[in-house]
């Protein structure tokens, strides 16, 4: 309504000023008829450029980023009807602003939730196009986020298991595959899932499993040398028995018999004694580092264990014992963790350096304390060494240099993989350094913070 006023006093204007000018050449009427045509027009012209800044600045607004909310502010220097409309589109404009902001807050939290999981996650559209994929996928397949949108995924992984399970929309059961990254040194063995969702589309979600099939083998054999080193002395102990119950023996044959017997006993309760050591070290909650023990005292008992050892050895080979050297107790200092622990883990190194010695044999055992403040306990033998391909590997469970003497000698193929497990509790490293025919070293560095003079 207000538009047609104005166009009403603009035509009123004109005809007021014009009308008397061509009233004359053209007659009042006529001259009053222009004036007002003329004031029309200028009313339009007016209208129009209004209308082209309204214009101009809504073309501005579909190059305006969503975030930018100052560049929405309508134009200025607008007649009442054009702002009236400019602020109706402004208000609508912030609120479609707002809506778009909250939704792209939204989607760009499910991205990085996406992102964020260890998992890798495909979009596949009807046509099995990949429409998104997070990073993990891109690790997981070799893939690049921004080639590869839009291509086939069957173009891409081409692995038959794959493809076949696609081809019959196994959705259900899991998918197990190697990745194409996969390379001798690092294997990577994958879990894939296909889920459908919306109209026809299906999500792949696929899942590392290296470690899992890793610790999966590890268990399998853990199981196996266990049963192994177990099924050894009940075979010898069954035919033992089965000797004593029907053969008619002296009392010399008897005792050698039980004394084999014993032996056998000894062995299997010592592999029981190692695996609840294991056992207990990876479950028990982490050393208290507040508590400190003389390291005299440790190697102490350390000594008279691995004298008391050496000496059984000797008797039951009949050879003059291993030579033990421990260091002077001046100046040793302490060792913060647990001591139950720290004394396990000095035991099975000495003890393991007479075990893999021939009876006679030198062992050193030194405590120095290192330049940085850390403490550096040394086991040193004068034995027939280790060859190189065997040193990595002498830490893992029952794995044996020479399983034939090891087992002769008592051993159970767990005492380094306890102290593997009781010097990582306690910060510690693990070096060993042996060649053939130069004997061994092991040495246990401990860090500064657990060692004081």
């Not at 290296?210 to 010898?236: D, M, W, Y």
Request: contains cysteine.
């Amino acid at each position: 309504m207000s538009r047609f006023l104005f166009l009403f006093a603009f035509m009123l204007i004109g005809a007021g000023l014009f009308g008397a000018v061509f009233s004359a050449p053209l007659g009042t009427n006529w001259g009053l008829l222009a004036g007002g045509l003329a004031g029309a027009l200028v009313w339009l012209v007016r209208e129009d450029r209004q209308g082209r800044r309204l214009l101009d600045w809504l073309s501005a607004l579909k190059k305006t980023p969503v975030s930018d909310a100052a560049a929405i502010a309508s134009p200025a220097r607008l007649s009442f009807f054009w702002r009236e409309f400019a602020e109706h589109a402004e208000r609508v404009l912030r609120l479609h602003h707002r809506a778009l902001q909250k939704q792209r807050l939204r989607t760009e939290n499910l991205i990085d939730a996406l992102q964020a999981t260890p998992n890798g996650i495909i979009m596949l559209d009807a046509r099995r196009r990949i429409q998104w994929m997070n990073t993990f996928a891109c690790l997981h397949f070799a893939l690049d986020a921004e080639r590869d949108i839009g291509q086939s995924i069957t173009h891409l992984l081409r692995d038959p298991v794959f493809v076949a399970g696609l081809v019959r929309q196994e959705f259900c059961k899991p998918i197990l595959l190697t990745s194409p990254c996969s390379t001798p040194r690092q294997p990577m063995r994958l879990s894939l899932q296909l889920c459908p969702y919306g109209k026809n589309r299906l999500l792949l979600l696929s899942q590392e499993i290296t470690h899992i099939e890793k610790a999966e083998a590890g268990q399998r054999a853990f199981i196996a040398n266990v049963s192994h080193e177990l099924r050894t002395p009940l075979t010898v102990l069954a035919g033992f028995i089965e000797t004593l119950q029907t053969l008619p023996l002296d009392e010399e044959e008897r005792q050698d018999y039980l004394a084999r017997m014993e032996r056998q006993a000894l062995q299997m309760q010592t592999l029981v004694a190692d695996l609840l050591t294991l056992s207990c070290l990876e479950e028990s909650p982490p050393p208290d580092f507040t508590q400190w023990s003389p390291i005299r005292g440790l190697l102490t008992v350390c000594a008279a264990e691995a004298r008391a050892f050496a000496g059984l050895i000797a008797k039951n080979a009949q050879a003059k014992a291993h030579q033990i050297h421990f260091p002077a107790d001046a100046g040793l200092g302490e060792i913060a963790g647990n001591a139950r622990e720290l004394q396990s883990a000095f035991s099975n190194l000495v003890h393991n350096a007479i075990r893999h010695t021939p009876p006679g044999s030198r062992v050193d055992v030194y405590w120095q304390h290192n330049e940085d403040g850390s403490a550096t306990l040394t086991v040193q033998d004068n034995g027939p060494g280790i060859a190189p391909e065997h040193l990595s590997r002498l830490t893992e469970r029952f794995y044996r240099v020479d399983p034939g003497r090891s087992r002769e000698s008592g051993g159970t193929g767990l005492g380094l993989s306890i102290v593997k497990h009781v010097l990582q509790r306690h910060g510690a490293a693990l070096e060993i350094d042996s060649a053939p025919g130069q004997g061994a070293r092991f040495s246990a560095t401990f860090p500064k913070s657990g060692i004081r003079h």
